[in-house]
């Protein structure tokens, strides 16, 4: 299971990094839970090899899910009257972008992954590994998308809303996501979609503002439907569910679009940082918003 010594150098210290290859998953999380803060999971180990690009120190242990096959399968289900894609949290970015059906289904994520990094990122570079580093750029467009995800967390497989693992896995570092599942035809409706991020692409530096918004409309130009999730910078990406709910089966008017934009200044609440700062992310993500739906009205 030992797949060598890694060896890292800093100003100070000759590092020693060990780095695990388990075949399963059972296999993967007691190897966690042993090293525990002394050890991290890596997939594409795209943030892996940045850091020590950047002469960062890397831990005692690496434990690698590379050879976790299940994790890499995409799988189109039907189950009944619910249709859905099931992707392995192992899967590329680039796998995801050229899969067929996701292309089809989801052109919101492929979008979302053009824009991060490079190609030779992307080809390395996992959905899951995106998820988990908690502010990726993926994560605005499966919110919207009302993505669902499987994790173990040593006794169990827990499937819930995305939403919902981004808080466990602040508290729990040792949980594996495994899977991640997102129905077709959003809603059954054919969707207006809209991906927007405003910053720098580089992998692994956060952007000022990510939005992803899916809406449906009909012919009196009233909102049928609609989802809305944003991030940027070290924020957590959230849906706006009170923008959402204030938009939900009203015919889009320019007052009702003053009143959102107001709402999302009140309900969305990034961090501010060197790059920018809160109130600037605010009026950014309020202006892309309220831009996008003016033109669902022109």
């Not at 002394?38 to 690009?53: F, H, K, P, V």
């Not at 495994?178 to 035809?185: A, E, L, S």
């Not at 070290?234 to 320019?254: F, S, W």
Request: hydrophobic share 40%.
């Amino acid at each position: 299971m030992d797949n060598g010594n890694l060896v890292t150098e800093n100003a100070t210290q000759t590092l020693a990094t060990k780095v695990w290859m388990p075949k399963s998953i059972k296999e993967a999380y007691e190897l966690k839970v042993k090293y525990d803060s002394n050890a991290i999971l890596i997939a594409g180990g795209t943030l892996i090899q940045l850091q020590r690009e950047q002469g960062n120190q890397l831990p005692a242990h690496l434990i690698s899910l590379e050879k976790i096959d299940e994790l890499k399968e995409i799988h189109y289900f039907r189950t009944g009257s619910e249709n859905k894609v099931s992707i392995g949290a192992l899967s590329s970015l680039a796998m995801c972008m050229n899969h067929p059906i996701i292309a089809k289904e989801y052109p919101i994520m492929v979008e979302a992954i053009k824009g991060i990094a490079s190609p030779s990122i992307r080809n390395r570079a996992t959905i899951g590994g995106n998820v988990r580093y908690g502010i990726g750029d993926i994560i605005p467009a499966l919110l919207s998308l009302d993505a669902k995800v499987t994790w173990f967390d040593g006794r169990k497989y827990n499937t819930n809303e995305l939403s919902t693992f981004l808080e466990v896995m602040k508290k729990d570092k040792n949980i594996i996501l495994t899977q991640i599942d997102i129905p077709t035809k959003w809603n059954g409706l054919e969707p207006i979609t809209f991906y927007k991020k405003v910053g720098r692409r580089q992998a692994f530096i956060p952007s000022i503002v990510t939005v992803s918004l899916i809406c449906s409309i009909d012919l009196r130009k009233k909102i049928t439907a609609v989802r809305i999730a944003a991030g940027g910078g070290g924020t957590t990406p959230k849906r706006l569910v009170a923008c959402e709910n204030k938009l939900q089966d009203l015919v889009i008017t320019e007052a009702l679009l003053e009143d959102v934009y107001d709402l999302i200044l009140e309900e969305y609440k990034p961090t501010g940082d060197p790059f920018a700062t809160e109130s600037y992310r605010k009026s950014v993500l309020a202006n892309l918003i309220v831009a996008e739906l003016e033109q669902l009205i022109s």
